[in-house]
C-alpha cells in the first residue's frame, strides 16, 4: 500500500519556464512533509519542508504547497534551470507520536531542457 | 565536513555471504536510519536509531541486523545475503524532532 504517490516518473521542461512535480498521500495522520532532490550516485539533498499547520512554504526559486483536503502537495521552481534535472523525492511523516520515519513516494525524474 | 559517510561505496556478494555496512556521521545527530532504494519503490525504511544503544524495526526489517554501539556509527548486518538484498543502501542522520535528514552517498550492494 503506496502511501505516498508520485504519479509521473518524468517531467521535462524548457529551461525559465516552471516545473512543478505533484505529490498525494492517503495517510491523514502525515503532518509534516518534505522535498528531497537526488543526484545520480549520489544521496537525496533536502530541499525544502512544510508543516500540515502551513498552506505553503517558500524558500528562493523553491515553493511548496500543501492542499490538506486533497491530501496533495506541490513543488514549484521557478525558473528551472538546468541544474535541477535531478530525481525528485516527496518524503511525509506523522509526528504525533514523536515518530520522526519518512514515508518516501517513489520519485520525479525532473529535465530541464537548455 | 564530511556528514554522513558510508562504507564501501560498492560490494558483491555471493548468496549466503555475511558483511556490514557501516555509517558514520560527524554531527553529533541523536537519530539515524538505514533505507534501501530499489527501481519504481522509493527509498524504505529498514532500521533505524533514536539514540546510542537503541534500535527499532522500520519498513522492511526482515534479513537484516543493525547496532548502534556508539552516536556516530550505524552499522547494518547481513547475516545470509539474498538475491533480493540485491539494492542501493542509503543511511541517514537527523539532529532532533523538527529537522530534516541528511544522508550519506549510498552503498551499492549486489548479492549473486
Known amino acids: 500500500d503506496q502511501q505516498v504517490k508520485q504519479n509521473s516518473p518524468s517531467l521535462s521542461v524548457q529551461e525559465g519556464r516552471i516545473s512543478i512535480l505533484n505529490c498525494d498521500y492517503t495517510?491523514?495522520?502525515?503532518?509534516?512533509f518534505l522535498w528531497y532532490k537526488k543526484y545520480p550516485a549520489e544521496g537525496p539533498t533536502f530541499l525544502i519542508s512544510?508543516?500540515?499547520?502551513?498552506d505553503k512554504n517558500e524558500d528562493g526559486r523553491f515553493t511548496v504547497f500543501l492542499n490538506k483536503s486533497a491530501k496533495h502537495l506541490s513543488l514549484h521552481i521557478v525558473p528551472s534551470q538546468p541544474g535541477d534535472s535531478a530525481v525528485y523525492f516527496c518524503a511525509a511523516s506523522d509526528r504525533g507520536f514523536g515518530n520522526e520515519k519518512l514515508t518516501f513516494g517513489t520519485g520525479t525524474r525532473l529535465t530541464i531542457i537548455p | 565536513n564530511a556528514g554522513v559517510t558510508q562504507t564501501p561505496k560498492f560490494r558483491v556478494l555471493k548468496t549466503g555471504q555475511s558483511m556490514t555496512l557501516l555509517c558514520a556521521q560527524d554531527?553529533?545527530?541523536?537519530?539515524m536510519y538505514w533505507y534501501r532504494q530499489d527501481p519504481g519503490m522509493g527509498l524504505r525504511l529498514i532500521h533505524y536509531s533514536v539514540g546510542e544503544g537503541t534500535t527499532a524495526k522500520g519498513e522492511v526489517p526482515d534479513g537484516y541486523n543493525v547496532s548502534r554501539l556508539k552516536k556516530q556509527n550505524f552499522l547494518l548486518g547481513l547475516e545470509s545475503a539474498a538475491p533480493s538484498q540485491t539494492s542501493v543502501y542509503f543511511c541517514a542522520s537527523q539532529d532532533r524532532s523538527n529537522q530534516p535528514q541528511h544522508f550519506g552517498d549510498g552503498t551499492r550492494l549486489s548479492i549473486l
Open positions: 554531527m553529533n545527530h541523536e537519530y
Open positions: 512544510i508543516s500540515s499547520i502551513k
Open positions: 495517510n491523514s495522520m502525515f503532518d509534516y
